[in-house]
């Protein structure tokens, strides 16, 4: 089956402008998470969403939002962007209940 | 609340040698727990899962994780280190008690290097 996919793969932006990041999940999966990921902070806990609806959410400022369709789908959204937001945002799908979560293979943000 | 702890950024094994990565969780609830393994500029790939049941798991690629209670650990062996065997791993938990959701609490990870 398909798995988790994300695009774009690469985006270059640049400071002060705004970028949308999208998440396709695999058939079935309701829940899905968003985490950024760079070389001095690690993985962290952007937010998740079930069916429509924000679960959870990580300690990142306003700026980064998101959203999930009835299709599941979901897309995150980063304005005025930042140097420091330049890192590899990871989109990660599930059925909930704390199962394994399956990831997409990124999008590489750099904002210069 | 949760959080993970890997014991070594960076490993160095020679080819063929065991390999051993060390994990230990904090968790309030009796946790998930999962080893994922990221390729350079790749996302991440589920290596094996412990939910309830036996101890001792099994995942792809010849790894496998004994779940500890008593230690509060996770540990990833595998017997003998291939070349292709060299990428970063993480250790995660998650809460099964969160109907809607698939959260994951990572560690820092650890690269692992494999020595010819």
């Known amino acids: 089956k398909a798995g988790v996919t994300q695009t774009p793969r690469y985006l270059i932006k640049t400071r002060g402008q705004q970028v949308t990041l999208s998440c396709s999940p695999i058939?079935?999966?309701?829940?899905v998470s968003w985490y950024q990921q760079t070389p001095g902070q690690g993985l962290q806990f952007l937010f998740e969403y079930f069916s429509e609806t924000q679960r959870n959410k990580g300690n990142f400022p306003g700026r980064f939002s998101g959203r999930q369709f009835s299709n599941s789908r979901s897309e995150m959204n980063v304005s005025t962007l930042e140097l420091g937001d330049s890192a590899l945002y990871l989109c990660?799908?599930?059925?909930?209940?704390?199962?394994?979560?399956?990831f997409g293979q990124g999008t590489r943000l750099t904002v210069v | 609340a949760q959080s993970v702890t890997q014991l070594g950024s960076h490993v160095s094994v020679s080819e063929g040698a065991l390999v051993l990565l060390r994990c230990n969780y904090s968790?309030?609830?009796?946790?998930?727990l999962f080893w994922y393994v990221q390729y350079p500029n790749q996302g991440l790939q589920l290596l094996l899962k412990?939910?309830?049941?036996?101890?001792l798991v099994k995942g792809i690629n010849g790894f496998e994780a004994e779940f500890k209670k008593s230690e509060t650990s996770f540990h990833l062996t595998k017997p003998s280190a291939h070349m292709s065997d060299a990428a970063e791993y993480f250790c995660?938990?998650?809460?099964?008690?969160?109907?809607?959701?698939?959260?994951?609490?990572f560690g820092a990870g650890t690269i692992l290097r494999v020595k010819s």
């Open positions: 058939s079935g999966h309701r829940s």
């Open positions: 968790s309030s609830v009796p946790p998930y």
């Open positions: 995660a938990v998650s809460d099964p008690t969160r109907e809607y959701g698939n959260k994951l609490v």
């Open positions: 990660a799908t599930g059925r909930g209940q704390g199962t394994e979560a399956f």
């Open positions: 412990y939910t309830t049941g036996a101890t």
